[in-house]
Structure formats: C-alpha cells, structure tokens
C-alpha cells in the first residue's frame, strides 16, 4: 500500500531569529517570521507527510497559538511526525523537496540538509531529494519578501 503526500509552507523574512532551513543554520543570513523557528523547509515535509497519513497539517498539530510551540526546533515537531508515520504503518518510500528562495544560496547546504532530514526520517540519503530554485525576480520569492518550500512524499507501509 502507498500514500502520496504534498505539503507547502511559506515564511516571511523578518524578526531577529537566525535562518534554519533543513534543519541547518545559514548564519549571517535573515531569518523567517514565525512561531516556532521557522523552518519553512521542515514544516512543508511535516506537511507532506501528514497529508500522506490523513492526518492534516502541522498548524492542527503545533498550533502557533500554543506557548509550547514558541521558538521550537522544527527538528522536534518533524520526530513527532514520524512518530505518527510509523504508528500507522508507513515508512519513506521518497521525499522530494524544492526550496523557492531568491537569496540565499543554497547549493553549499543542499547536502547537509538532507543529512539532518534523513537523520530525524530514519530514510537513507538515496530516498531524499532536496533541491532548491529562484522566481527569477518575480514575486514576492523574486523580490527577496520570503521563501517558500514544496514537499511530495511517498509512504509505503513498512514491512
């Protein structure tokens, strides 16, 4: 049996936070407006992964309106998503990921994103694909206002 799941997150850059994507620290970089660290790349896996289950989304399950979440490592909230994952049944069968960001850079922390996904997944490095595009300077990715992140995942169950 296998389950499709896509999710999608966006943050705006702002706030005095440092900028976490992936679980990885781009330092001297704008961080993102949010409740908990903001990392747009974690939250839209969480996402994905659990629309994959039916389980909705991650706003259902760390809601920015509970203290608890404040200032979270997104890396936390991604464990207790895979807690549920495995719960019901399903390991990774793939994760692909695009990061829509005009700045910064990310080719030099592509690998090291993975990393920390595979590690908190308990997926091999072969099953996660992370890779990262611009807007060409068209919207508000373009004009350097936030960043945006897709993830589509397949769950199998686990045998």
């Not at 296998?2 to 705006?12: A, C, E, P, S, T």
Request: hydrophobic share 40%; charged share 25%; glycine share 12%.
């Amino acid at each position: 049996m296998f389950r499709i799941g896509h999710g999608y997150d966006v943050h705006k850059f702002g706030g005095d936070k440092p900028l976490i994507l992936g679980g990885v620290l781009f330092e001297g970089e704008q961080g993102l407006l949010a409740h908990s660290d903001g990392d747009v790349v974690l939250h839209a896996v969480c996402d994905a992964l659990l629309g994959a289950i039916a389980k909705g989304d991650i706003g259902h399950h760390f809601p920015d309106s509970s203290d608890e979440f404040a200032g979270v490592d997104s890396k936390e909230l991604l464990k207790t998503v895979m807690q549920l994952v495995k719960k019901d049944g399903f390991s990774i069968g793939n994760l692909d990921v695009t990061i829509v960001a005009q700045e910064p850079k990310m080719a030099d922390k592509i690998e090291g994103m993975k990393g920390v996904i595979c590690a908190v997944c308990d997926a091999d490095f072969e099953q996660i694909n992370l890779k990262a595009t611009t807007t060409e300077k068209l919207g508000f990715v373009g004009r350097k206002e936030g960043i945006a992140v897709h993830a589509v995942c397949l769950l199998q169950k686990a045998s």
